[in-house]
């Protein structure tokens, strides 16, 4: 097997997440820096599409109807909810860039830990996700008590990932 | 290394549903997504909003001078920077037109909201009059950013919907345009 055959692609890598997370955290230690981010970026991206696409076209009809800066204030105002999750992604990044072993221990870089961290925010995407769309299969809203189950769910899983993202890190820090 | 790759498609695959749900969502309620704003030569949505120093005032089938409705609240920013300059258009139009400042920082429309938007008047040293909408205004001309300015002309057409902070030319302009211009 080649190099270039053992070398993950984007679907692998995010797919791996949710399926093999140890061995994807530990090759994405090793990955080149930026990776993560990049990938995460792009589900980020897709998730604002898939959630806020009636906002997206009606701040498009903003701009036809009342000129660009409409448009992009309703623009802004979709962007602004990925918010949370890239602060989520940057909280768990700089954490564990703490936790890493520090630098005695040749830390690994904060672009490496925020990587580790994106990746570590999809299983709080997947089940968000899955729960959306089950949502809208049946065709009514999550109760509250429904969207706090499915958040902690999310949470808690895209915690765990994070722990093993850590070991990995720590182990290539050693 | 196949199978964490299924795994991933999984996850698009799922998104593009979601959006394809999402998009048959705009497809089928298309008149209210498309509803953005108050569409220009349209009939005025009829709506009567309380006046701060009593009275109220009632868009139906205006007659005789442009009415401009300029919504606001105390809270935004660039609605303070705005609002002199309407007023300063107040002063010097007169009565060739009625601009109204609809206040709508939002239900209960009470005393508390009142002594609140008095003291910002006072503040700025408004003169014209003041609307307080409890909401039933606003969500009539489909305002979603303010400051959010309506120009309706003497047949009760809306002419002219200017969203952001907009200098007393511009307004000027489109006050011009609803008294000079017949509507169709």
Do not use: K
């Amino acid at each position: 097997m080649s190099a270039a055959e053992e070398a993950p692609g984007f679907f692998a890598r995010v797919g791996g997440v949710l399926i093999a997370p140890r061995a994807t955290m530990a090759e994405a230690a090793r990955a080149p820096v930026g990776q993560g981010t990049g990938d995460v970026a792009w589900l980020v991206a897709a998730r604002l599409v898939a959630t806020h696409a009636p906002a997206l076209v009606r701040a498009g009809l903003r701009g036809v109807d009342l000129g660009p800066a409409a448009a992009l204030m309703g623009l802004f105002g979709v962007v602004q909810s990925a918010l949370p999750d890239v602060l989520l992604i940057l909280v768990g990044g700089v954490l564990m860039s703490l936790f890493s072993g520090g630098a005695a221990r040749r830390a690994p870089s904060l672009a490496t830990s925020l990587d580790l961290a994106a990746y570590a925010w999809i299983p709080y995407f997947a089940i968000e996700l899955l729960a959306l769309l089950v949502a809208s299969a049946l065709g009514h809203e999550l109760s509250h008590a429904q969207q706090v189950a499915v958040d902690a769910a999310a949470l808690l899983w895209a915690a765990v990932v994070w722990g093993v993202a850590l070991v990995a890190l720590r182990g290539r820090a050693a | 290394m196949r199978g964490r790759a299924w795994a991933g498609w999984a996850l698009i695959i799922a998104v593009a549903l979601l959006c394809a749900w999402q998009l048959l969502w705009v497809g089928r309620h298309w008149a209210q997504v498309r509803s953005v704003t108050t569409p220009r030569g349209s009939t005025a949505p009829a709506v009567t909003i309380p006046l701060i120093d009593g009275g109220e005032l009632r868009v139906e089938g205006t007659r005789g001078a442009p009415l401009v409705l300029a919504f606001w609240a105390t809270w935004c920013a660039p609605c303070r920077a705005e609002l002199p300059s309407i007023d300063r258009l107040h002063r010097r139009l007169g009565p060739a037109a009625r601009i109204v400042a609809v206040n709508i920082d939002g239900a209960p429309v009470d005393e508390a909201l009142r002594y609140r938007v008095r003291a910002f008047a006072r503040e700025l040293d408004l003169t014209l009059p003041i609307a307080l909408d409890g909401g039933a205004a606003a969500s009539a001309y489909h305002v979603e950013t303010i400051p959010h300015t309506v120009v309706i002309d003497g047949d009760g057409r809306v002419r002219a919907v200017l969203e952001g902070v907009h200098d007393e030319a511009e307004l000027a302009r489109a006050i011009d345009d609803a008294r000079v211009t017949p509507s169709r």
